[in-house]
């Protein structure tokens, strides 16, 4: 019996098969960089749109800054990160880095908006009135603007940041007193589902809710993008009109931790 329970111990765990596989060389970076592409290409094929009306923002989160060097070599010059003082280290290690822009598109608390304010491009989950005065003041005292994305929480669900669609439009109309803030459309986070029936209301709710705020945008508010979809559903988004997807598991590799572990503030995936 003891000699059993050995050797059940000694044999080897099955290895987990992901569809991530880890990317650590320019030329991983970049056949991971087509392949994405080309999916996105596919989903807009299938509803008419063209490709081009697609940007996508590579999340970085948890992938370290020798490894970011790489992906930069290999052409990605906009990152986005979820946790503000990881992307801060990060774009200090990186700053010989040429034209790499920094987008943080999870949650922000108010103490951590002057982090933002002094080295980000874009900031993606603006649902905070208060959050939006501390990060203009911010701004105006370093000389800076910021675009930014109204995070809607289209999925209902209270583990999610975000407005709720029926509190977005007096939102939106009280963003122009802040003047160093570009407001250039919405973000959401759908249902972490394999069901597409789930996931796939997330994506209409925010496009549907985009239409309607075009008609009463205040002046200097644009309604153009719609950030929506991630590694596992970024194709349905695209379906469904997304203009910006959050991919990071398809280009870098899987993480060590599931999607689950970093809910509530998954904002790239």
């Known amino acids: 019996m003891l000699q059993a329970v050995v050797l059940m111990r000694a044999t080897p765990e099955p290895t987990t098969v992901t569809p991530y596989p880890a990317a650590h060389s320019v030329e991983a970076f970049q056949s991971n960089l087509l392949a994405v592409r080309a999916r996105i290409a596919v989903a807009c094929e ?42 801060a280290g990060k774009a200090e290690a990186l700053a010989d880095l040429p034209g790499l822009r920094w987008s943080v598109i999870g949650h922000l608390q108010t103490n951590k908006a002057k982090l933002v304010a002094r080295f980000a491009s874009g900031f993606h989950a603006l649902d905070s009135l208060r959050v939006a005065a501390e990060l203009d003041r911010r701004l105006q005292a370093g000389g800076r603007a910021l675009e930014v994305l109204v995070q809607v929480n289209t999925s209902g669900e209270a583990s999610k940041f975000g407005l709720p669609p029926e509190a977005v439009a007096d939102f939106v109309r009280a963003l122009p007193a802040f003047s160093s803030l570009r407001v250039r459309g919405l973000m959401t986070l759908a249902r972490l589902s394999d069901d597409a029936a789930r996931v796939r209301p997330c994506f209409a709710l925010l496009r549907d809710l985009r239409a309607r705020l075009r008609q009463s945008a205040p002046d200097g508010v644009v309604m153009e993008e719609l950030s929506m979809g991630m590694s596992g559903d970024f194709e349905l988004a695209v379906e469904e009109g997304a203009t910006m997807v959050r991919v990071g598991q398809a280009l870098f590799g899987a993480r060590a931790l599931p999607d689950s572990h970093y809910w509530p503030d998954p904002a790239g995936g």
């Open 46 to 87: 299938r509803v008419g749109r063209a490709p081009t009306e697609v940007r996508l923002l590579p999340v970085s989160k948890t992938v370290p800054a020798d490894r970011l060097r790489l992906a930069w070599e290999a052409g990605y010059r906009e990152l986005g990160e979820n946790k503000v003082q990881e992307a």
